[in-house]
């Protein structure tokens, strides 16, 4: 396995000032092809680890080995990598044509090829007709468009995004990420993007490293992540959740009991520390099962509704249960659905299974 | 069929009555923006419009005869050139020439004579003084036997010349040409011809100082704009350091510092690189040191002010693209500098073409630049038409300039700070 690492992070660690740690003990492999994507709050690291795989970032320990070379002292022009910016970084003098030009022409490729291939590009990314355009004479979803073509039309085999969709507004950007993510199944190429944004993460990705104060807290497919939180601040980052707090009564195998303010829960013991530890339990609000059949759940307790909030497809619900007072139950808006008012008494239950007892955050 | 118009009329009305609201409105606030205008324009009408417009007058007036001999000037205008200008021209000339005489405003004329032909000084003394107060005959052999010049058409060619409204001999002058006796344009003779060499170097060692200050400036706005802020700001104040000294000063600086027994040749006799003092000063080098010193800030500011404003993104883009940092700053960087380029360059060269303090104390006689003459003129000779000509050539040089840059780089792309 990894020897097949196409991008490997080893113990690389980063420091601006000497005293705290941007990055810690960073280890990471990025198989060839895969599209794997770096999720994180602001501050925790991410844009940090892939500007020193870019380059642009000097590696105060460690190592980062690309296709089996050491590249810590290669410069960034020698790298060979395509890097799309944030803010694209489209050059403002040239034009379009010009920009997909400038890599190739650093390679001395011949002009022929160059026109070829410059056209290639804009076809791929369905602006042939703009060629001829100033960058500021674009829109910004073309603008990332050609920032786009631009890190790929000199065929790196490794291409790496910085928040690259973060300027566009909602709707473009999810058209954006079907694009982005279509030219990756197309060429093949080893994509490493950086987002702060779950749901591009989930959508684009084949997996997930979230990172959150310079460590990688969990690596996974966007399913594993979502539906298999390794510990608190990936089940809150990730997706909507529920979270009670409790102490561990007992461990039995993988489940377990917590108390809770109103009860004992059974939980799955994915990160507790032991018996009488703090754990905080994460549920998403799509599991929660209302006047669930009596005996149908491990779990039953009585909650009030407070709030419900109409979003079209589904309705929120906020219930107070477990003193927890918001608590969200989403409920399809299916027909023949449960009609729920404020101030009404229900029950609520979950199967253990959709109960993940973790560590506290 | 009545509801209908009423209801347009209605409408109508309603619409005049905004549109004259809407005027109303705008009157408003044209008249705010004018009168926030107002001072500067007067001010810069009146102290700066002004005296161009009449320097560029001057430079064409022809006034001293129509002021000493009026009538003389009027009437000559009527004479074709052929022969001899009538006897009531040369009647009314012989009055005023010894009326002028006794007034002394001859000298005046004589002056502005000589400037057309040399020996007219002389002539018109002579005339004035041993003039009778009535003809012998006729004036013109009483003026002819005074002297024979009297009696050649070319002397009155001159006059006549002279007396015109306006005249283009300065503005020839500037550049090196005169009128020959039938009032064709040639060029003036090679002992007089100095202006066109003295427009030349003022050029060549403004365009001199710019590349210096463009060399010498460049790296160091670089680097201001790649330092955090507060180190930038502090630097900054130690380029914007000189412009808290006269220029008077920092020039009187330069001789101490330029000069044989001064502080530069003293530290490399001692150091053993040369064995006599160097000529460091009343040369063309010390000109280029002392202009490119004082002139370095105006290069440096508009090219920080435009680095500032690039994100570093760029280089790491072009980086990132596969250039090296050399071609990176070729390809990506320069041609985005550009507008601070020009802006530097063109300030610098300007003000560069119009020194005259710095040139005067550090050069020496062949590093004169052309406002070192327009003084000379102004308060030497007061030959006001030939600075005020230099002046407008200078002018005109300068805004031929301006528009071959602007039809180069583009005005819009200027960026002064």
Redesign the interface.
């Known amino acids: 396995m990894a020897n097949e690492a196409y991008v490997r992070f080893v113990d690389v660690q980063k420091t601006y000032d000497g005293e705290s740690l941007v990055v810690r003990k960073l280890n990471l492999e990025v198989a060839r092809s895969e599209f794997l994507t770096l999720l994180g709050p602001s501050g925790s690291g991410k844009t940090t680890a892939l500007m020193m795989l870019?380059?642009?970032e000097t590696v105060t320990e460690g190592q980062i080995i690309l296709d089996g070379r050491p590249i810590n002292n290669v410069?960034?022009?020698?790298?060979?990598?395509?890097?799309v910016?944030q803010?694209y970084?489209?050059?403002?003098?040239m034009t379009v044509a010009e920009n997909l030009a400038?890599?190739l022409e650093?390679?001395k490729i011949p002009r022929a090829e160059i026109e070829t291939r410059v056209k290639r590009a804009l076809d791929m990314v369905q602006l042939a007709e703009f060629g001829q355009r100033r960058p500021a004479q674009l829109s910004g979803g073309q603008q990332q468009r050609v920032a786009v073509a631009?890190?790929l039309v000199?065929e790196p085999k490794l291409v790496l995004m910085d928040e690259p969709l973060g300027a566009l507004d909602r709707q473009l950007r999810e058209q954006m990420q079907y694009e982005v993510k279509h030219i990756h199944d197309r060429l093949g190429v080893t994509v490493v993007y950086v987002t702060h944004d779950q749901s591009e993460a989930l959508t684009m990705s084949d997996r997930v490293a979230v990172m959150h104060q310079g460590r990688i807290q969990q690596i996974a497919t966007p399913q594993e992540l979502y539906e298999r939180p390794d510990n608190a601040f990936v089940a809150k980052f990730i997706g909507e959740n529920n979270r009670l707090f409790g102490t561990v009564r007992a461990v039995d195998g993988q489940s377990c009991t917590v108390a809770v303010d109103g009860g004992e829960v059974q939980a799955l013991a994915v990160n507790v520390a032991g018996v009488g530890s703090a754990s905080s339990l994460s549920l998403r609000p799509e599991r929660v099962l209302i006047n669930p059949p009596p005996g149908s759940c491990a779990n039953i307790f009585d909650a009030a509704v407070e709030e419900l909030i109409y979003h079209g497809d589904h309705t929120r619900t906020r219930v107070r249960t477990c003193g927890c007072d918001d608590f969200i139950i989403k409920v399809p808006n299916a027909t023949g659905r449960l009609q729920l008012a404020a101030g009404e008494r229900i029950r609520i239950g979950w199967q253990i299974e959709d109960c993940r007892a973790l560590d506290m955050p | 069929m009545a509801a209908p118009a009423v209801g347009s009329g209605g409408a109508a009305l309603t619409g005049r009555s905004l549109q004259r609201q809407l005027q109303r409105s705008n009157r408003l606030r044209r008249l705010q923006a004018a009168a926030l205008v107002a001072p500067l324009l007067l001010y810069l009408l009146l102290f700066f419009l002004w005296p161009i417009a009449g320097m560029l007058w001057r430079s064409i007036d022809n006034p001293e005869l129509r002021q000493v001999m009026p009538q003389t000037a009027s009437l000559i205008q009527g004479w074709e050139g052929q022969d001899l200008p009538d006897e009531a021209v040369l009647a009314s000339f012989a009055a005023e020439l010894r009326q002028s005489y006794q007034d002394k405003t001859l000298a005046v004329a004589a002056k502005r004579l000589a400037y057309e032909s040399p020996g007219f000084r002389s002539l018109m003394f002579a005339a004035a003084r041993a003039l009778p107060e009535t003809p012998e005959g006729s004036w013109r052999a009483t003026l002819t036997g005074l002297d024979p010049k009297w009696g050649e058409p070319l002397t009155w060619a001159i006059i006549q010349r002279a007396a015109a409204p306006w005249t283009p001999i300065y503005l020839l002058a500037a550049i090196d040409h005169r009128l020959d006796a039938n009032g064709g344009i040639v060029a003036a003779p090679a002992d007089q011809a100095i202006y066109l060499g003295i427009f030349l170097r003022t050029f060549w060692i403004a365009l001199v100082v710019t590349v210096l200050c463009l060399l010498l400036g460049y790296p160091v706005a670089y680097q201001l704009a790649a330092l955090p802020p507060r180190q930038s700001n502090l630097l900054l104040i130690l380029v914007l350091l000189p412009f808290w000294t006269s220029l008077l000063v920092r020039t009187a600086a330069w001789v101490v510092l330029l000069q044989r027994e001064g502080v530069i040749n003293d530290l490399l006799i001692k150091l053993g690189l040369i064995g006599e003092p160097l000529q460091l000063v009343y040369n063309r080098f010390g000109v280029y040191v002392a202009m490119t010193h004082i002139l370095l800030p105006f290069m440096i500011l508009p090219l920080y002010s435009v680095m500032r404003g690039l994100?570093p993104?760029?280089m790491?883009?072009?980086?990132?693209?596969?250039?090296?940092?050399v071609?990176?700053f070729w390809?990506?960087y320069l041609?985005?500098t550009?507008p601070g380029i020009g802006a530097g360059c063109l300030l610098v060269f300007i003000l560069a073409i119009g020194y005259y303090i710095t040139p005067a104390l550090i050069g020496g006689a062949n590093d004169q630049m052309v406002s070192y003459f327009v003084a000379f003129f102004t308060n030497q000779t007061i030959n006001w038409g030939m600075a005020s000509a230099l002046g407008a050539v200078l002018l005109l040089a300068t805004l031929l300039l301006f528009a071959l840059y602007a039809r180069l780089v583009g005005i819009d792309r200027l960026k002064l700070g």
């Open positions: 870019a380059g642009f410069p960034p022009h020698k790298r060979d990598i395509g890097v910016f803010n970084a489209l050059f403002p003098h400038f890599p650093m390679r631009r890190a000199f | 994100p993104h760029y790491r883009a072009a980086a990132s693209l596969g250039a090296g940092p071609r990176a390809r990506v041609p985005q550009v």
